[in-house]
């Protein structure tokens, strides 16, 4: 049988990779960057359904090493309503949920709306919304009692974009909910987003995508990712991710697979850490699967 990792280490991992200790509170930020290269509508509600009327998605982010019960996972699905309307509208619904350890957990349900209008020949701007309900739960332990504690949570995005890219802005957890699930109050921090990429056709068969994502917080406090991947001829996949902590993503993946009348979509990534830091030492794999035009 593996050994449990002792319980304050986990509570490193806790409050070094998700969360900023401020006050009597703890305020915690969604999961990190890491898990949502491939799913936008996560990070900003604007970019549901972006680019295809239909869609359901799924990703988890899991921590290798000594370390169990330690990983993330989100589901979504999604649709366009009155597709050649103007403007056109779409409703999708995101299951998310976080695991830190035994001990602690949390995890959201979201309805998502977006409405997109056309401007200049194709590019066009929109908004959208994330309203849904998050918990968080602690666990019992011998030396202490647990609890969960539920709030609303509302997260307003905007975007611009055409056919080969985009740049968003989303405003998440505006309203700032505070939970109890025990004596300590957990608070989840209003913060921005901002997602872009570029879609740049180097010949027929190839096509090098480079992202940029930033989170800010506070002026103190904020994490960025920059993203490389190289497309060959519609289908495979290959790419890169830097993170400010100092941490490499590697991933490769299939696109545009025709499967039972659906385009399908898998990635698989590792993340490689290096420095010094107590975070960088924590390894992740990931694995994302989509369908699209079912």
Same mark, same amino acid.
Request: aromatic share 14%; charged share 15%; no cysteine.
């Given at each position: 049988m593996r050994k449990q990792p002792p319980v304050f280490l986990v509570l490193i991992f806790h409050l070094s990779g998700f969360s900023v200790v401020w006050a009597q509170s703890i305020e915690?930020?969604?999961?990190?960057?890491?898990?949502?290269?491939?799913?936008?509508?996560?990070?900003?509600?604007a970019l549901v359904n972006m680019k295809n009327p239909r869609s359901l998605a799924m990703g988890t982010q899991l921590t290798a090493g000594g370390f169990e019960s330690v990983y993330s996972f989100y589901l979504n699905g999604a649709l366009t309503i009155f597709p050649d309307g103007r403007p056109n509208q779409r409703l999708g619904i995101t299951v998310m949920g976080d695991?830190?350890?035994?001990?602690? %957990? &949390?995890?959201w349900l979201s309805l998502m709306y977006a409405i997109e209008i056309p401007v200049a020949g194709k590019v066009r701007i929109g908004s959208g919304a994330h309203i849904g309900l998050v918990n968080y739960m602690v666990q019992n332990t011998v030396a202490s009692p647990g609890g969960s504690d539920m709030a609303p949570v509302i997260s307003v995005g905007l975007k611009v974009r055409d056919d080969r890219g985009h740049i968003g802005f989303a405003f998440n957890q505006t309203n700032r909910p505070t939970l109890v699930p025990i004596e300590q109050p957990v608070?989840?921090?209003?913060?921005?987003?901002?997602?872009?990429?570029?879609?740049?056709?180097? %010949? &027929?068969?190839?096509?090098?995508?480079?992202?940029?994502?930033v989170r800010w917080l506070r002026d103190d406090y904020r994490e960025y990712t920059f993203s490389l991947e190289a497309m060959l001829d519609d289908i495979f996949s290959f790419q890169t991710l830097w993170f400010h902590q100092r941490n490499l993503t590697f991933g490769f993946g299939m696109k545009n697979i025709r499967f039972a009348k659906t385009n399908l979509r898998i990635q698989f990534s590792y993340t490689v850490p290096f420095g010094t830091e107590v975070f960088d030492q924590f390894k992740l794999y990931e694995a994302h699967i989509g369908l699209n035009d079912f």
């Amino acid at each position: 049988m593996r050994k449990q990792p002792p319980v304050f280490l986990v509570l490193i991992f806790h409050l070094s990779g998700f969360s900023v200790v401020w006050a009597q509170s703890i305020e915690l930020l969604p999961v990190r960057f890491a898990l949502f290269p491939t799913h936008y509508p996560v990070l900003n509600p604007a970019l549901v359904n972006m680019k295809n009327p239909r869609s359901l998605a799924m990703g988890t982010q899991l921590t290798a090493g000594g370390f169990e019960s330690v990983y993330s996972f989100y589901l979504n699905g999604a649709l366009t309503i009155f597709p050649d309307g103007r403007p056109n509208q779409r409703l999708g619904i995101t299951v998310m949920g976080d695991w830190e350890g035994e001990l602690i %957990s &949390r995890s959201w349900l979201s309805l998502m709306y977006a409405i997109e209008i056309p401007v200049a020949g194709k590019v066009r701007i929109g908004s959208g919304a994330h309203i849904g309900l998050v918990n968080y739960m602690v666990q019992n332990t011998v030396a202490s009692p647990g609890g969960s504690d539920m709030a609303p949570v509302i997260s307003v995005g905007l975007k611009v974009r055409d056919d080969r890219g985009h740049i968003g802005f989303a405003f998440n957890q505006t309203n700032r909910p505070t939970l109890v699930p025990i004596e300590q109050p957990v608070r989840l921090n209003r913060h921005v987003n901002l997602t872009s990429d570029y879609n740049f056709q180097m %010949s &027929r068969m190839f096509v090098l995508t480079p992202a940029l994502w930033v989170r800010w917080l506070r002026d103190d406090y904020r994490e960025y990712t920059f993203s490389l991947e190289a497309m060959l001829d519609d289908i495979f996949s290959f790419q890169t991710l830097w993170f400010h902590q100092r941490n490499l993503t590697f991933g490769f993946g299939m696109k545009n697979i025709r499967f039972a009348k659906t385009n399908l979509r898998i990635q698989f990534s590792y993340t490689v850490p290096f420095g010094t830091e107590v975070f960088d030492q924590f390894k992740l794999y990931e694995a994302h699967i989509g369908l699209n035009d079912f």
